[in-house]
């Protein structure tokens, strides 16, 4: 709870950032995004991380507003990528559209897919629930793999070089601008979201349906709309892989895809923003630190090569359990711990 | 302080006493078991008409047909507003549109809500504006917005939870939570506001505030109330008219004086024939069937 601050019109006091340090907070962010690319123009590897955390962000967040804001629990987070991307895919590929337009075009399919896939949601809770959208999951995939002529079938796809003014967008640093700032949209429309009746009507949905629906929300539409606009964000996810990468297969969005995003939002907690933001990075930056240490370790150990893709699926395995144990609330709780910790400091309470 | 609403609590078009909602023959039954047998009854605008009955007698069974989580098999629930609206075949979220709101008896609230939010929640169906203004919070969006907000103040400063309006509502006590549970109920702007069992384990401290929150509610708003209430005290005191039901049937209805001496009534209370209204004696033990 922040004290001793007080505001003079309901304008201000529903402001997002309300305090002095929220806004520096912010504005230290906003600035490292900026230089981040200008320091590390020589570092691919860095800004290929930082271009692969910026659409797991945009992805987890879209996952986020349908299982942690509307709790709809959803597997079918790969498939609605494979969406996004091949929807991207094939239709720059084959004929010939801007990569924009394609992007444009992926999401609203993916959007009609998913709210497709949320139909059984007005009937099913939870697991049942949870076990449809696997069903997504699978359907989706068996047709990406089945249908060639269109797909390209178990072969990749190749989608063309994305330009802007003859300029080639899918260099590491050109694509962190196209990323971040759809990072940056992304982010605003969906703390807007949950400022208005739209996101409270999730909200209200994931904590008693019943009452919602007296209260005169419309569950069906709602659930729909949930996964509309969550596929809507995933399918960009998808779409931006496919530009990105140059490259579309199916192994890119098979069941592991689904999990593992489902393991951003819990680590990172669930049905908040920052917490997409914070699961998104760990989640993304663990696999590559791992194979950092294990390349360092080489020397030491030579048997490290071997064991890694052990190590990491263990440690992978390890971080969630040890996360739903001491803080199933996230990495977004330990954050606000640290906050709260420096708000009252050098007192404790 | 008092001061003007800035949005009237009730949106009812009806003068006080005409009929507002007329429950025709309804028939409620769970497999082979009868909850609710032929049920006749009216509310008129602006009453506090009080439902009673011993326990499994068929009174929330009664409010979830009526705000549309239960189908009857049988009958009819007319609401007259601005005109007749046959509300039996509809979806809840389709009723609370008209007008009808509800209170649980065991708290329904979104609990990880601050109470603003719950408030602003219960306000949902008079909020206009669209997805795509929502999602940049910018013109009507946020007009909208700070207006209900506004709105919700009201109801805030009347239901006396000021100093709480940020916390979340998991985290308050049981009698506050019912307090806001009434109040996101009120932001819908209700033409009848149906509450079940509003003063259920509170104190007589409580008891007495809630007791008074209704009494505002219908007296400076209009608000119809329809209540579930086991304190008799407080249901002899407060409602204009009564119905009492058991074992599914209607087998009373009037002003408190009548109830209290129907012999009827007074045997499924008592199984004798004795007054089972006496203040100020617990009669906890009274709701025992021979």
């Given at each position: ?7 003079s ?10 305090t002095?340090a ?5 504005v ?35 996952l ?24 991207a ?9 801007p ?8 999401c609203?399919?993916t ?7 949320g ?17 997504a ?13 269109v ?35 992304v982010?605003?429309?969906?703390v807007?979201l ?26 069906f ?22 530009h ?14 689904s ?8 680590i ?80 404790s309470? | ?5 800035t ?46 009955g ?35 075949r ?6 609370a ?7 649980f ?13 719950n408030?602003l ?21 946020q ?22 309006r ?16 009434m ?8 033409s ?15 008891k ?8 505002d ?8 109330i ?33 109830v ?11 199984g ?9 004696q617990s ?8």
């Amino acid at each position: 709870m922040i004290s001793g601050i007080f505001h003079s019109s309901y304008e201000k006091d529903m402001a997002l950032r309300r305090t002095h340090a929220q806004k520096i907070r912010l504005v230290i962010l906003f600035l490292f995004l900026l230089a981040f690319p200008f320091i590390f123009r020589e570092n691919r590897y860095y800004l290929t991380l930082a271009n692969q955390v910026g659409i797991a962000i945009i992805g987890a967040i879209g996952l986020n507003i349908l299982v942690g804001y509307t709790g709809q629990i959803s597997l079918g987070q790969g498939g609605f990528m494979a969406v996004g991307a091949y929807t991207a895919g094939i239709l720059t590929a084959r004929l010939g559209m801007p990569w924009w337009a394609s992007t444009i075009a992926a999401c609203f399919a993916t959007a009609l897919v998913g709210v497709l896939f949320g139909i059984p949601s007005l009937r099913l809770k939870g697991l049942y629930l949870a076990i449809a959208t696997l069903s997504a999951q699978v359907i989706i995939l068996w047709i990406v793999t089945n249908w060639g002529a269109v797909t390209g079938g178990v072969e990749a796809l190749v989608v063309p070089n994305p330009t802007l003014f003859g300029v080639r967008l899918n260099s590491d640093f050109n694509f962190y601008w196209v990323t971040w700032l759809l990072v940056l949209l992304v982010t605003i429309a969906t703390v807007n979201l949950f400022r208005t009746h739209y996101g409270r009507a999730f909200i209200a949905i994931r904590d008693q349906d019943i009452a919602a629906s007296v209260m005169g929300v419309d569950l069906f539409k709602y659930k729909l709309l949930a996964f509309a606009i969550s596929s809507f964000l995933v399918g960009l996810a998808g779409a931006l892989t496919a530009h990105y990468r140059s490259i579309v297969t199916w192994e890119r969005f098979t069941v592991d895809v689904s999990v593992l995003y489902l393991a951003m939002i819990i680590i990172g907690g669930l049905g908040s923003v920052t917490g997409s933001f914070l699961g998104a990075t760990f989640m993304t930056l663990l696999p590559a630190l791992l194979t950092n240490l294990g390349r360092a370790a080489r020397g030491t150990f030579p048997a490290i090569d071997s064991l890694l893709p052990f190590i990491q699926q263990g440690t992978f395995g390890l971080v969630i359990i040890l996360f739903l144990i001491f803080e199933p609330e996230g990495l977004n709780k330990i954050w606000r711990n640290i906050k709260d910790y420096f708000r009252l400091w050098p007192f404790s309470y | 302080m008092l001061r003007g609403f800035t949005n009237t609590l009730n949106s009812s078009q009806l003068q006080a006493g005409e009929t507002q909602l007329r429950v025709e023959n309804i028939q409620l039954n769970f497999g082979g078991v009868a909850a609710l047998m032929d049920i006749n009854l009216a509310v008129r605008q602006s009453e506090i008409l009080a439902i009673i009955g011993p326990n499994g007698a068929g009174k929330t069974s009664l409010l979830n047909c009526i705000s549309g989580l239960y189908r009857p098999q049988r009958g009819r629930i007319l609401f007259y507003n601005d005109k007749e609206h046959e509300v039996t075949r509809l979806k809840p979220h389709q009723i609370a549109r008209l007008g009808i709101a509800r209170s649980f008896q065991n708290i329904e609230l979104f609990r990880h809500m601050s109470v603003l939010d719950n408030l602003l929640a219960g306000a949902h169906i008079h909020m206009r504006s669209n997805l795509f203004s929502s999602l940049i919070y910018w013109g009507t969006a946020q007009r909208e917005h700070i207006r209900f907000r506004r709105f919700v103040e009201d109801i805030i400063d009347l239901l006396e939870i000021e100093s709480i309006r940020n916390n979340t509502v998991g985290s308050l006590s049981y009698g506050l939570q019912k307090r806001v549970e009434m109040g996101r109920a009120l932001a819908m702007q209700p033409s009848i506001l149906l509450l079940d069992e509003p003063m259920a384990g509170m104190n007589s401290e409580e008891k007495e505030d809630m007791a008074r929150f209704i009494l505002d509610i219908n007296e400076e708003h209009g608000v119809t109330i329809v209540l579930i209430e086991h304190d008799m005290g407080v249901v002899m005191d407060i409602s204009d008219r009564i119905v009492v039901l058991n074992f599914g049937q209607k087998i009373g209805e009037g002003t408190p004086d009548e109830v209290r001496n129907n012999p009827l009534v007074v045997k499924a209370y008592l199984g004798e024939e004795k007054s089972p209204f006496k203040f100020g004696q617990s009669n906890n033990n009274n709701h025992g069937k021979e």
